[in-house]
């Protein structure tokens, strides 16, 4: 029986001055990202121009039989229809207590939905009404791969033979709120837009959001915090953070540091109106800015009362903030060793003997906060020492709250975008399991494929996984309703 | 035919470079990164790093036991030239269908491998479907290393990691090659 992780609070000597401003109970203005303001001059700029270039394919009536044969994308495109022969997951609820490697729910089998053929495929991003993915299809991940899309509804999928991007791993696709989709095809900003299986023109003046380049504005809207990357020594990235009154212009601290493509952190962000955490550095440590006492210092030893020395030992930071409050928490990952969680409302910090998870799925990032912020999730090595885990939740709030273990011998492929359900991969299944009760809901299987990563769709009603043949190494993506 | 796979050697980790390293600090990118060439160590192809996040600092030989049924291993010091040996070190794994290093597949190789647990030009007949090679390194040396993370090469085969800042786990494949496979192993080889 796993041992269930200890918590110890250990006292903080906080920063007591930004605190204290924190807590002011203002109506403050929303925080903004550069990357929105960025996607929304991407909707402006899309202008569709001629030529038009139209997927090469053909129409077929929609099926409703449950026995048509899986999707199959092919270099030859042709509309196809599919997947209505969805078994039903006829999952039972288990307990509340029992974990998934106890519980009885049905192991249910999938057919592809898409089926390389042979190619080269990646799964790209669902359109934001959960009808529609986009794909990339091509003869192996160095050449020219093309855009391809399937409906989730009615089986038809697409391939624009025309529609190219450099490699299989440079092109992304942009969906539009009108449910159109603006394919960028290079790192010049080349496009390509238009509905999905209809006809596509390129787009004009694009413009692409800087990666070099992150901007955010204090929950107050007072001040701006950039933080840039000047240059490149191979993984060293010489970077520079500035922070600017907005009112006057007027840049108020400037400060060099290099950072590292291997940092793992929820930031750099405001963690409130005070406080910037610049996160990990390779040359001097964690570091966050002060607006009050117009200070650049260290977490460790300022925030947390810790030593300098054990911030080396950091190799993940996660942050979740109350701008209307000021309060924050952040979860620091200690290597090996465990993680420490502060909690600025209380000014304690506990020591956790278990390691961050992440609730993200395949489309990226870490997050160890669910996106209400009310819960973390946990890790711990199991007892078999196969190299999966066990998987915890617990309240964030109060301090020492008890973990319950929502998964054992698992990995996790993240929580659904509603919030209601979470995934897990065991040994190239797929878990289902509710959020945050931890009932086990459903499992899945594709016979002779290995499952490893997932996408929910934006609506947390489906989910795409990717599979490889075990045998013939095909990749194929599959689609789960759960 | 049959499919060799090499799977995570970092039980918790993110994708941190690929042909071009992640700008996005595990927080979204392209998905093959674009903050600057990815290079190679060792004269293989395709690199990719994985970030170590936390848990175990152990990294791992993942395959698909019984389709990879032996190993061999070179233990050199091959890459980031002028920094400390556990940056530099390399662990280049061949990958062969029988045991005894018999009926060769291709081979993966990891940088900057901390405490090694294998030898070098030394054959391991597999048991089970990992293989403990040695540690991630703490630390940083100039632009070669600057986190703790587990850099990879491969010859032959195919790279279907996943993209930029995605999280990868044991179960995470990350290298391919497809074979036909023989019909039996060597009497020696005990296929």
């Known amino acids: 029986m796993m041992e269930i992780p200890k918590f110890i609070t250990v006292p903080s000597q906080r920063f007591r001055r930004a605190r204290s401003e924190s807590f002011r109970l203002s109506i403050y203005l929303n925080s903004l990202s550069i990357y929105l303001i960025l996607a929304l001059a991407l909707v402006a700029c899309a202008s569709p121009a001629s030529p038009a270039v139209s997927p090469t394919s053909s129409s077929a009536p929609a099926e409703t039989e449950a026995t048509v044969e899986p999707a199959k994308a092919s270099k030859t495109p042709a509309k196809t229809t599919g997947t209505q022969m969805e078994p039903q997951p006829t999952a039972t609820l288990a307990p509340v207590t029992e974990t998934p490697s106890t519980a009885s729910a049905p192991l249910t089998s999938k057919e592809p939905f898409i089926t390389a053929d042979g190619l080269r495929l990646r799964f790209d991003s669902w359109a934001p009404e959960n009808l529609w993915f986009a794909y990339w299809l091509g003869e192996s991940e160095e050449n020219l791969v093309s855009l391809a899309f399937a409906n989730v509804d009615s089986g038809e999928t697409c391939q624009y033979e025309d529609v190219k991007a450099q490699d299989l791993g440079s092109g992304r696709v942009v969906w539009q709120e009108d449910g159109s989709a603006i394919a960028i095809l290079n790192r010049e900003g080349k496009a390509i837009g238009g509905v999905p299986c209809e006809a596509f023109a390129p787009v004009d003046n694009v413009s692409l959001p800087n990666p070099y380049t992150r901007v955010d504005l204090s929950p107050d809207g007072r001040h701006l915090a950039e933080r840039i990357i000047l240059e490149l020594e191979e993984q060293a990235f010489h970077t520079e953070l500035r922070v600017t009154e907005v009112g006057t212009g007027r840049t108020i601290v400037s400060v060099p540091y290099i950072d590292s493509p291997h940092f793992v952190y929820g930031g750099p962000r405001w963690l409130n109106d005070e406080l910037y955490l610049i996160g990990m550095t390779v040359d001097k440590g964690i570091l966050y800015y002060s607006v009050s006492d117009d200070r650049v210092s260290n977490v460790f030893p300022d925030l947390l009362g810790l030593a300098m020395n054990d911030e080396q030992n950091v190799s993940t930071i996660g942050v979740q903030a109350d701008p209307t409050f000021g309060e924050y928490h952040i979860l620091l990952g200690m290597s090996d060793q465990g993680a420490l969680l502060f909690h600025s409302e209380l000014d304690q910090t506990e020591e956790l003997h278990f390691y961050p998870g992440s609730f993200a799925d395949g489309s990226g990032g870490w997050r160890s906060f669910s996106p209400d912020g009310k819960w973390l999730l946990f890790l711990s090595d199991t007892p078999v020492g196969n190299g999966e885990m066990d998987y915890w939740l617990r309240a964030v709030d109060p301090p020492s709250s008890a973990p319950v273990k929502i998964a054992d011998q698992a990995s996790s492929g993240g929580l659904s975008s509603n919030g209601q359900l979470m995934a897990f991969f065991r040994q190239g299944t797929v878990l289902i399991v509710s959020f945050p009760e931890g009932r086990l809901l459903s499992r899945w299987q594709a016979p002779n494929y290995w499952l490893d990563r997932l996408w929910w769709s934006p609506d947390g009603s489906r989910l795409v996984t990717y599979g490889s043949h075990m045998e013939s190494g095909q990749e194929a993506l599959f689609v789960i309703e759960p | ?191």
Request: proline share 5%; net charge positive.
């Open chain 2, 1 to 191: 035919m049959a499919t060799a796979y090499v799977r995570s050697p970092i039980s918790n980790g993110c994708i941190s470079g690929k042909t071009q390293y992640c700008c996005g600090v595990c927080d979204g990118d392209v998905c093959n990164g674009s903050c600057g060439a990815h290079g190679t160590c060792a004269g293989g192809t395709s690199p990719v790093d994985i970030a170590y996040i936390s848990g175990s600092l152990d990294l791992y030989l993942r395959v698909n036991y019984p389709t990879i049924r032996s190993i061999k291993t070179f233990v050199e010091l091959r890459c980031c030239p002028g920094c400390a040996n556990q940056y530099r070190r390399t662990i280049k794994v061949e990958l062969y269908e029988c045991p005894n290093a018999i009926y060769y597949i291709g081979s993966v190789m990891y940088a900057h491998v901390d405490n090694p647990q294998v030898s070098n030009n030394t054959v391991y007949n597999l048991t089970s479907s990992s293989k403990w090679l040695g540690t991630v390194p703490a630390g940083a040396c100039g632009g070669c290393y600057t986190g703790r993370h587990s850099h990879m090469e491969r010859s032959g085969g195919s790279t279907i990691a996943p993209c930029c800042a995605v999280g990868v786990t044991t179960s995470t494949n990350i290298y391919s090659w497809t074979f036909t496979p023989h019909a039996y192993c060597p009497a020696s080889a005990d296929k």
